[in-house]
């Protein structure tokens, strides 16, 4: 990164010409476990049961005689080359170290932490005991104790990864564009067949989708108003977080693992974390305690996490990854995230100012 340089980082625009991700690599067959399980000299493997597929990679759960692992496969071009895997384990591996809750990647017999196997990239990790919880469901002072660790980590991630030269500005999206892209879904789902009530319900949402950017498109954040740009997971969200007991057992899933504004993966975090599964409205209660644990650990403070609260708003009224997927792509596993996120920003921009009280103060 060059001092100077204006970066363009939100909101990601999907490739609208890829297959559906899960298209991209095939199951991992259980004679590729045991190929790969021998490069880390392993006993073999007694059972092997798919995880959750994510959207970067697969992973198995692996049994053998000696304990269970975590055998990850990546898929994802953006994020399967070794160079990048690598870059993550070297970081994941430091922030272990610290004592962190971060699953830290075994060495195979090269000493390395990648494995290449049929063509495809491979690392191997030991089993992590945990459950998935989602943030309305822990009580305030576990909420704050997420925003501890988030903090904990983005501190952490500037000491051990790469440093990092401040962007001069971090570009936001273009009404202009945003408007094509409602256009062309408008158009889509229109004419899909059979028209059904996703459909209906996708139409109706973007033609209040263009009467919220023509009421807000003053707003777009300047460049120079994005907080400081450090390193950040990426990804930070229930899914990746597992907990045991009332503590988090480890942080998953580092394939995003980027430099971007920090304060922005915490105000993201939070509408992930503590959001109504259904309505998508924000539990400001818990969020403002996340904020509060959040910016005491010095890793942001009040000032720029109202700017990032404005900015990630701003990606949000211009993202349509979801419709995007859906449409472009004929990848439906993002519909049924779908309602409750068109609901939250329609209440986001009713509320602006009690989500930004929430977070500041």
């Known amino acids: 990164m060059t001092d100077g340089q204006t970066l363009s980082l939100a909101p990601a625009r999907p490739d609208a010409t890829a297959p559906p991700v899960g298209t991209l690599s095939p199951p991992v067959a259980h004679a590729a476990v045991a190929g790969v399980l021998r490069a880390y000299r392993t006993p073999p493997p007694t059972a092997v049961t798919a995880v959750a597929e994510g959207l970067l990679n ?184 597992l907990h045991r007991g009332d503590t988090v057992s480890a942080v998953l899933d580092w394939d995003k693992l980027a430099p971007h504004p920090v304060a922005e993966e915490a105000v993201r975090a939070a509408t992930l974390l503590f959001n109504d599964r259904t309505t998508g409205v924000l539990d400001l209660p818990r969020v403002r305690h996340w904020a509060r644990a959040y910016r005491a650990t010095g890793a942001a403070d009040a000032e720029q996490v109202a700017r990032a609260v404005h900015r990630v708003w701003w990606e949000r009224l211009n993202d349509l990854w979801m419709l995007q997927w859906h449409y472009q792509r004929r990848d439906h596993r993002a519909d049924p995230l779908f309602p409750a996120a068109a609901e939250q920003l329609t209440w986001w921009c009713q509320e602006y100012e009690q989500v930004m009280d929430a977070f500041v103060n």
């Open 58 to 241: 697969r992973g198995y759960r692996v049994s053998t005689g000696d304990g269970d692992y975590f055998l990850k496969c990546y898929v994802d071009p953006a994020t399967a080359r070794r160079s990048a895997i690598t870059t993550q384990h070297r970081a994941t591996a430091a922030l272990a170290a610290r004592g962190l809750p971060v699953p830290a990647p075994l060495a195979n017999a090269d000493g390395g932490t990648v494995t290449a196997h049929g063509g495809r990239l491979f690392a191997l990790y030991p089993w992590v005991a945990g459950n998935h919880r989602h943030g309305t469901e822990l009580d305030p002072a576990r909420c704050g104790g997420l925003g501890t660790l988030l903090g904990t980590l983005h501190g952490a991630l500037a000491e051990v990864c790469a440093p990092l030269r401040q962007p001069a500005g971090v570009l936001s999206a273009e009404v202009e564009e945003t408007a094509l892209i409602v256009a062309d879904l408008r158009a889509l789902a229109r004419a899909h067949r059979p028209y059904d009530a996703f459909d209906r319900h996708a139409e109706q949402h973007l033609v209040q989708r263009l009467e919220l950017l023509a009421a807000h498109r003053h707003r777009r954040p300047d460049p120079a108003d994005a907080p400081p740009t450090g390193w950040t997971h990426g990804d930070f969200h229930g899914l990746n977080l």
